[in-house]
Every structure is written in C-alpha cells, then in structure tokens.
C-alpha cells in the first residue's frame, strides 16, 4: 500500500501559478505510476495529468494542456504538479493518484487508480 498527502494547494489570481506536491509513503514510489484529478463544487471529478513510473510518458485533460506540467522525483518520492496561466475554472480540490503499472504505462482516467490521497484545494479568483 501507498499513502498520499497533497500540499501547496492555496487562493491564487487568475493568471498566477500553484505547484502542488504529493508525497508518498509505504511502498516503494517508483512502484507507481501517478497522477492528478479534481473535483469542482457540483461537478463531476475530471481527471487532470497522469505519468508513467519512468517518468517519461505523461497525459493531460485537454482543459490543462499547455498550461498544467506533471512531473516526479523518484528519489524524493514526491509527484508535482506544476500549474501556470491558472483560471477561475481550475478551481477545485486536487488529489494526488497512484497506480502500480509497467515502467513506461501511464494511466489516462482516474478509475484506473486504487490510491488516493486526501485532496488540497485550490482557489482561482478572477
């Protein structure tokens, strides 16, 4: 098993940049691919970023593309997620994912994850 603990959520401007952190803990982290989902006030959870345990092969929702970087450090067993050009819309509560996968496998859909953390929020005010 793996626990998550999400950290850097916060109240930003619109055009302004967040970087979360998510820490794992228990089994090896390098075991896992992650990744990032997020649920709005009323809205259906929305799968964000996803990355391979390798590290080299990444996804995002269309709706961050461009914008959004996920990222891991296998040695600090920590995934990131790198947020820029931020927009009211991106408000959410953002939990951090893991899965056990093949070293370049990367999982595109939250239902594909049996780990979750507890979630960090994130405010974007106009």
């Known amino acids: 098993q793996v626990q998550l603990v999400e950290s850097g959520g916060g109240l930003v401007q619109a055009g302004g940049s967040l970087r979360l952190s998510c820490a794992a803990s228990g089994r090896t982290f390098s075991t896992y691919a992650m990744g990032w989902s997020r649920q709005a006030p009323g809205k259906e959870r929305e799968f964000v970023a996803g990355?391979?345990?390798?590290?080299?092969?990444?996804h995002y929702a269309d709706s961050v593309k461009g914008r959004f970087t996920i990222s891991r450090d296998n040695a600090e067993n920590t995934v990131y997620l790198q947020m820029n050009s931020l927009k009211p819309e991106d408000t959410a509560v953002y939990y951090c994912?893991?899965?056990?996968?093949?070293?370049?496998?990367?999982?595109?859909?939250?239902?594909?994850?049996?780990?979750w953390g507890q979630g960090t929020q994130v405010t974007v005010s106009s």
């Open positions: 990355i391979s345990r390798s590290g080299s092969s990444t």
């Open positions: 994912l893991a899965q056990s996968g093949a070293w370049y496998e990367v999982f595109i859909s939250e239902y594909e994850y049996d780990y």
